[in-house]
């Protein structure tokens, strides 16, 4: 089972997203059959096991035994995944382009380059998991607290010069056998936990 799988195909988003499927691809962090899951669920076994056969078509869940039990054959199944990201290439026609409203400060834009970073190294894990290799990544995660505004734009500025500083360093653009790699960094506010309705 992979940690994350990437969904690429429309129809394979939709079904994803479907609310019963979802609570099956839940269910299934443990495998099972029909019988089980719907134990599990509180639903009847034949709704489960059209919503398997519906996910299994599109490659979210996968069988991973039979067994026999007297006359009858159960079909134990596992998800593909501990858990999934819906690739922006699911909506082609619409998804967003950061070449469109290049303005680093602005929040469309941020989310137009994440969504970008989700394609990009989704199609690269796709592929990856044919060939059994590992994609080269490296990925940085912190939390910072301004006191103020200007801080944030000194920040914003410095964290500019420093990262043009480096790839002017490195960058080879006639390098033989070179391969291109995107560097990309976010800074965006953390947004506060909303309190659950009681």
Same mark, same amino acid.
């Given at each position: 089972?992979?940690?994350?799988?990437?969904?690429?195909?429309?129809?394979?988003?939709?079904?994803?997203?479907?609310?019963? /499927?979802?609570?099956?691809?839940?269910?299934?962090?443990?495998?099972? =059959?029909?019988?089980?899951?719907a134990a599990r669920?509180?639903?009847?076994?034949?709704?489960? +096991?059209?919503?398997?056969?519906?996910?299994?078509? *599109?490659?979210? @869940?996968?069988? #991973?035994?039979?067994? /026999?039990?007297? +006359? @009858?054959?159960? /079909?134990?199944?596992?998800?593909?995944? #501990? =858990?999934?990201?819906?690739?922006?290439? #699911?909506?082609?026609?619409?998804?967003?382009?950061? &070449?469109?409203?290049?303005d680093q400060l602005?929040? /469309?834009?941020?989310?137009?380059?994440?969504a970008r970073l @989700?394609?990009?190294?989704?199609?690269?894990?796709?592929?990856?998991?044919?060939?059994?290799?590992?994609?080269?990544?490296?990925?940085?995660?912190? %939390?910072?607290?301004?006191?103020?505004?200007?801080?944030?734009?000194?920040?914003?500025?410095?964290?500019?010069?420093?990262?043009?500083?480096?790839? =002017?360093?490195? *960058?080879? %653009? &006639?390098?033989?056998?070179?391969?291109? *790699?995107?560097?990309? @960094?976010?800074? *965006?506010?953390?947004?506060? #936990?909303?309190? =659950?309705?009681?």
């Amino acid at each position: 089972m992979l940690d994350v799988a990437v969904i690429e195909e429309p129809a394979a988003a939709e079904s994803s997203l479907d609310p019963m /499927r979802s609570r099956v691809l839940a269910a299934l962090a443990e495998s099972g =059959s029909a019988a089980m899951l719907a134990a599990r669920l509180g639903l009847p076994r034949q709704k489960v +096991n059209y919503h398997l056969k519906e996910l299994e078509r *599109h490659g979210l @869940v996968e069988l #991973a035994e039979q067994r /026999r039990k007297g +006359n @009858v054959t159960e /079909r134990i199944y596992r998800a593909t995944a #501990a =858990s999934y990201v819906i690739s922006p290439s #699911a909506l082609a026609a619409v998804s967003p382009d950061p &070449s469109r409203f290049p303005d680093q400060l602005s929040a /469309r834009w941020l989310l137009a380059l994440g969504a970008r970073l @989700v394609q990009e190294v989704g199609a690269l894990l796709t592929g990856a998991a044919g060939t059994g290799r590992r994609v080269a990544t490296f990925g940085i995660d912190a %939390e910072v607290r301004f006191a103020s505004a200007a801080d944030r734009a000194a920040f914003a500025d410095e964290l500019t010069k420093a990262v043009a500083a480096l790839v =002017s360093r490195y *960058h080879d %653009e &006639s390098a033989p056998g070179g391969r291109g *790699h995107r560097v990309v @960094v976010a800074l *965006h506010q953390i947004p506060t #936990a909303q309190p =659950s309705a009681s």
